[in-house]
């Protein structure tokens, strides 16, 4: 995701379709050829930053609404239930539903509120829209946005964030940095409690599984930085080791299975040897320590099987000499650069 327009980008496209009512047999291609014609719109406007697709334009593979819609879902936005290839073989049969409630004669409003696939809030778009399209909300488009994000997640930190303007800040790198943080909701700074303790706490895992590879291919420079930032991150527990020791595990475990089911056993159960590993151990001591590394290596070769680097001089020499070794974010870069879209509209005039 970049920017928020695309939350109603993407549905005014397909409106258009609909509309129109493009055959189902012909709705894909058209709608890609849509999401294509609006690239080049969005690159022609004053706000481009974050247009997908700029540099593939008609080769990109993964439109925008692939990229959103999820979002949309969960939004409310988008009111079909399926997934995206379903929408397009299922609109036929949506011309067909809406046909025969026409035939019936049912009053426009209940006509309106059956077998509808968008919000029937959803803003309008520009009459400009499609040959001129840029990712700069109005207040109008703001304001909605913001409604939809408070009304359909009204427990999340993006909603707390959403309805308070006033909080708005220079972005730090984690939102558990949050200037704010203070004033959020108890459930929400537990969560964020939840959030460091984790990022930070599996991060040495990474430097770890980095520094490993990095041993085996001899690339001493990557060691040399390498045993530094784990230095560094054997600092930042540390000076944290107070808040990690009285961190409940159970409570943490409780609201990742409460919130996904897609967290494994054999998942849980690295998790939980690496945290005890850090528990019982010194941090600075789990650099060499033996337990700590055939953990890594064991987890890497049941994850990844023949394609496991460490110990595969073959496939370690096509490593890129940098495995996911930054801290966990939590897609915060994400969301605010989505707030920041919606708070600048807020303050627009149009």
Known sequence: ???????????????????????????????????????????????????????????????????????????????????????????????????AHKRRSLEQEE?????????QGLIPPPPEFPGSCTLTLSRLESDYLRERIMTTCKSSLLAVLAAKPEWRCEIPPFVWEHPWRKEF??????????????????????????????????RHELIESLREAFGAWVDLMTSRQRAFETWSREEFWSGVEQDSRLITPGCREF????????????????????????????????????????????????????SGTGRLEFRWGISSDI???IFDGLESHA
């Open 1 to 99: 995701m970049t920017r928020a327009r695309y939350f109603l980008i993407v549905p005014w496209i397909f409106q258009r379709l609909e509309g129109r009512k493009t055959p189902g047999s012909e709705f894909s291609a058209r709608a890609r050829k849509s999401e294509i014609e609006v690239i080049e719109s969005i690159e022609q406007s004053e706000d481009s930053a974050g247009n997908i697709g700029k540099v593939a334009r008609g080769t990109l593979k993964r439109m925008p609404s692939s990229v959103f819609w999820a979002g949309m879902g969960t939004w409310g936005i988008r009111t079909f239930r399926g997934a995206l290839s379903q929408y397009s073989r299922s609109i036929d049969r949506h011309y067909s539903f809406l046909d």
């Open 111 to 119: 006509m309106e509120n059956h077998g509808a696939n968008w919000h």
């Open 185 to 218: 909701p108890s459930h929400v700074r537990r969560h964020l409690e939840h959030a460091q303790n984790f990022s930070e706490a599996i991060n040495g895992v990474m430097l770890l599984y980095n520094l490993i590879l990095a041993e085996q291919t001899q």
């Open 271 to 322: 998790i939980n040897r690496w945290l005890d590993l850090c528990r019982d151990r010194s941090f600075h001591s789990l650099r060499e320590d033996s337990e700590a590394r055939e953990l890594v290596r064991f987890r890497e070769r049941k994850l990844k099987r023949s394609l496991a680097r460490i110990d595969n001089p073959k496939a370690a020499n096509m490593w890129s000499g940098d």
């Open 339 to 341: 707030l920041e879209d």
